[in-house]
């Protein structure tokens, strides 16, 4: 099955009665009379999920995640075998299936009306050059068992390719779809979560090297409502902890108590600005390496994103002109002689980002005195920046991440699938990004693109 990646979510190729919407019940089926072509459809589904190389569950459009337990596929085609099923005539199609596995060649839908006893599936068979579809119903409820198996499984792999992605930054609830359709690009399931207020950027700055830490995805809050996709996204992932980079100015108290109430376990790392968040995460981390970054101008905050979440290391955020005496002071703690070497074989322990008028030499004299071994990566704009960046710290990547370089917030978004699949983010104006979105978005591309 070839998925295809569009806006906000990741739609599969399906017929259009998987996704219609619901028009009307069928008549009653007489389940005590199987005929050869009943038998026929039931055997054609099984040997479509038998013979498949992979199967993948998913809701409905978004690309399904991987589905590596055999048990649990031996247990689907168990529950097909123990029902009875039937055609269901045309014109009697009971349409609209929220749930669906798929394979090579085929997808199945799922439907349960528990009050009507109507319990229907959709199977969509695709060859070469036609598709044909099959709408049936069981005599009992093996719909929501096949579901609730797909959904509880914790050995799901989420691998599909990443392709183009498009960050809505038009409101906040945007932001938090954008948000959760990066998250789906790399992650099926997941303990940890990171989240950050979708109304500021500053919050989100430190939160890549958290989210590496914790091998987490980054997702985004609205400030005053527990938004539902948001919520029903943290239980596709299972997630148990919630780690939270933003104040109870950009998300309330009254988000946080129902994510408690929802049984979540709250870990707070924000301060009373970002400079205190981005040094109650770095002392989490315990790094002996930091990045340095200028926390008021943003935009080169991105591009150091992908290597923060790569190697698990913090980004500390700074004024300007001088380093808070606290953060020097972690520094100088943590001063140990393991040193990285990048991809240019210079021997660093403080990345600054940025240039001069992003972070003064006051700052770079400052580390030295205290003998912090200090580098510099730098370029005349923020997008000669991401280019340096790239070059000393990413030589053996195997493709890259385009972002448009006015959205710092899709950048640190996607510095986990960026991180996991070795293709750092890179900056891009925004005529590179519509010129070339289409070309990226192709599943056999080497680079992946945001809009």
């Known amino acids: ?84 099923m039937k055609e269901v005539p045309k014109g009697q199609e009971y349409k609209g299936y929220p749930h669906y596995i798929s394979g090579k060649d085929f997808s199945v839908g799922f439907y349960s009306d528990t009050k009507n006893n109507i319990y229907n599936g959709c199977l969509y068979l695709r060859s070469k050059d036609s598709y044909s579809t099959k709408v049936f119903r069981t005599d009992k409820n093996i719909q929501d068992k096949i579901i609730n198996l797909c959904k509880n499984s914790m050995k ?62 980054i997702l985004l809050s609205e400030r005053e409502e527990l938004n539902e996709n948001l919520l029903n996204k943290l239980y596709d992932l299972k997630a148990e902890n919630i780690h939270i980079t933003s104040g109870s100015k950009m998300i309330s108290d009254k988000v946080i108590n129902k994510l408690k109430e929802k049984g979540f376990n ?77 991809g240019n074989g210079i021997s660093t322990r403080a990345i600054l980002v940025g240039g001069r008028s992003t972070l003064s030499d006051n700052i770079y004299r400052e580390l030295v005195k205290n003998g912090i071994e200090a580098n510099r990566l730098s370029g005349y704009n923020r997008l000669e920046t991401s280019s340096v960046i790239i070059d000393k710290l990413f030589s053996n990547r195997t493709g890259y991440t385009y972002i448009n370089y006015d959205k710092p917030m899709a950048g640190i978004l996607a510095s986990s699938i960026a991180a996991k699949n070795n293709k750092p983010v890179k900056l891009e104006l925004d005529s590179f990004i519509e010129d070339n979105f289409a070309k990226y978005s192709k599943e056999n591309s080497d680079n992946y693109i945001i809009g």
Do not use: Q, W
């Open 156 to 217: 799901v792999t989420e691998e599909g390719y990443v392709g183009g992605l498009y960050y809505n930054d038009s409101k906040a609830s945007m932001k938090v779809n954008s948000s959760i359709s990066i998250c789906d690009a790399g992650f099926a399931r997941s303990k940890n979560v990171v989240l950050a207020s979708a109304d500021s950027v500053a919050d989100s700055l430190s939160s890549a090297g958290l989210a590496g830490y914790l091998d987490a995805p």
């Open 1 to 84: 099955m070839k998925f295809k990646k569009t806006s906000l979510v990741m739609t599969t190729v399906m017929a259009v009665n998987i996704m219609s919407p619901i028009l009307a019940y069928a008549e009653h089926l007489d389940f005590n009379s199987i005929s050869s072509s009943d038998k026929d459809l039931k055997e054609t589904l099984i040997n479509c999920i038998e013979n498949s190389p992979e199967i993948r569950y998913g809701k409905l459009a978004r690309k399904g995640i991987r589905l590596d337990d055999k048990d649990l596929v031996r247990e689907i085609i168990g529950l097909l075998r123990d029902s009875k």
């Open 266 to 342: 709250i870990i707070d790392y924000s301060g009373r600005s970002r400079y205190d968040t981005s040094l109650n995460i770095a002392k989490k981390i315990g790094a002996n390496i930091y990045s340095i970054a200028n926390g008021e101008y943003f935009f080169d905050v991105p591009s150091i994103a992908t290597y923060a979440y790569s190697t698990k290391t913090p980004i500390l955020l700074t004024p300007k002109d001088k380093l808070r005496p606290d953060s020097l002071e972690l520094l100088k703690k943590n001063a140990k002689p393991d040193r990285l070497k990048t």
